[in-house]
């Protein structure tokens, strides 16, 4: 299970290439949660929750918005399988254009960190990862649109999503554990979700297909077809299990 909810972010992306634009999509105070399931003998199961947070940030010299994502797995599991994940990018509030990235991540024992920090000047990233030892920093060459993982997420719906015909495919990289990472994404349509608190809702189905993840159209994330492009619903199959994520609460949207 290791590494699971970084997986499940890997393929909660858009249709489009991630290029820098306007912000239109994400408020300053928007916070999602999720109900993490996990599929186990056959039935889903509800392990975690996954809650995505913005907020903004004043340093004295600049203003960010911070993406902040946490993973924990519910009390009575942790004696099974203890998750305490967090994941932070600080981006430019107009653009979402990613200026520094943190993860913390601690499951079952296992305790890693990174810190990313992007030089547009130098067009590159500093990337530091610290397990047990000393830190171990290294430079990594940035192209025109890199992002981390958290960015990626908040950039993908902030695309114009419905500008993408049905079938359109479209490759993009992505940088996790300091090397290059690439999906395969697919618009396969529209479809009605039913949601808890949002009710009935026209969503963009989108698949994701990466070399982490299992089978060819099988990861699907479901984007509400409005200017928030919220995702409703997550449905994740890896080569440990399938499970999904779905949307319990949702407030501070910016539409």
């Known amino acids: 299970m290791r590494n699971l909810f970084i997986l499940v972010l890997l393929f909660s992306l858009g249709t489009v290439e991630a290029q820098t634009s306007a912000n239109t999509s994400i408020g300053e105070n928007e916070k999602l949660v999720y109900t993490a399931s996990y599929n186990m003998s056959g039935l889903l199961t509800n392990l975690a929750q996954v809650t995505m947070q913005t907020t903004r940030v004043n340093t004295g010299k600049s203003n960010y918005l911070r993406l902040k994502c946490n993973a924990a797995t519910y009390s009575k599991w942790d004696s099974f399988f203890k998750i305490r994940d967090v994941y932070e990018a600080y981006v430019n509030p107009s653009n979402l254009k990613p200026y520094l990235y943190k993860r913390d991540i601690n499951e079952g024992g296992y305790i890693k960190k990174e810190k990313y920090v992007y030089s547009y000047k130098n067009k590159t990233v500093k990337a530091t990862m610290q397990k047990k030892k000393e830190p171990n920093t290294k430079t990594i060459k940035m192209g025109n649109n ?76 479901y984007l509400t077809a409005d200017a928030n492009k919220v995702p409703v619903l997550i449905k994740f199959s890896i080569p440990a299990g399938t499970g999904q994520l779905t949307l319990t609460e949702a407030s501070g949207l910016k539409n």
């Open 146 to 221: 890199t992002f981390d993982v958290v960015s990626t997420l908040y950039h993908i719906r902030n695309m114009d999503i419905e500008k993408a015909p049905v079938g359109s495919n479209q490759k993009m990289t992505i940088l996790f554990d300091r090397k290059p990472q690439t999906a395969y994404l697919k618009l396969l349509g529209k479809e009605t979700i039913s949601t808890n608190i949002m009710g009935n809702k026209e969503c963009y189905k989108i698949a994701v297909n990466n070399d982490a993840l299992k089978g060819t159209n099988k990861n699907i994330v």
